[in-house]
């Protein structure tokens, strides 16, 4: 299996950015597709991004597309999310995940492994 560990979380204002990671140990990260999940304050935990194993078909949330760019550095064994033009609403407990499909999914039952989360707020 593998473990995940988000960082990169944080306190930031509207229209800043932030980076997120998401460090993979264990299996080899690149046999696993890769997602972004997030939940906020009495929220059901919604789909932000995803990739493929080798990180060339990318997948949005509709309310994160041109804003957010899900990436992967497979010899680094790291998940990125790269969050512009951040917003109030954006403010969540941040995820990431692994499947074992080739293609990264919207489905939170695809993914078999998970990082404990990252949160992230924005002020308005």
């Known amino acids: 299996q593998v473990q995940l560990v988000e960082s990169g979380g944080g306190l930031v204002q509207a229209g800043a950015s932030l980076r997120l990671s998401c460090a993979a140990s264990g299996r080899t990260f690149s046999n696993y597709a890769a997602g972004w999940f997030r939940q906020a304050p009495g929220k059901e935990r919604e789909f932000v991004a995803a990739?493929?194993?080798?990180?060339?078909?990318?997948d949005y949330g509709n309310s994160v597309k041109g804003r957010f760019t899900i990436s992967r550095d497979n010899a680094k064994n790291t998940l990125y999310l790269q969050m512009n033009s951040l917003k109030p609403e954006d403010t969540a407990v941040y995820y990431c995940?692994?499947?074992?499909?080739?293609?990264?999914?919207?489905?939170?039952?695809?993914?078999?492994?998970w990082g404990q989360g990252t949160q992230v707020t924005v002020s308005s």
């Open positions: 995940a692994a499947a074992w499909g080739f293609l990264g999914t919207r489905k939170e039952t695809d993914y078999a492994f």
């Open positions: 990739i493929s194993r080798p990180g060339g078909t990318t």
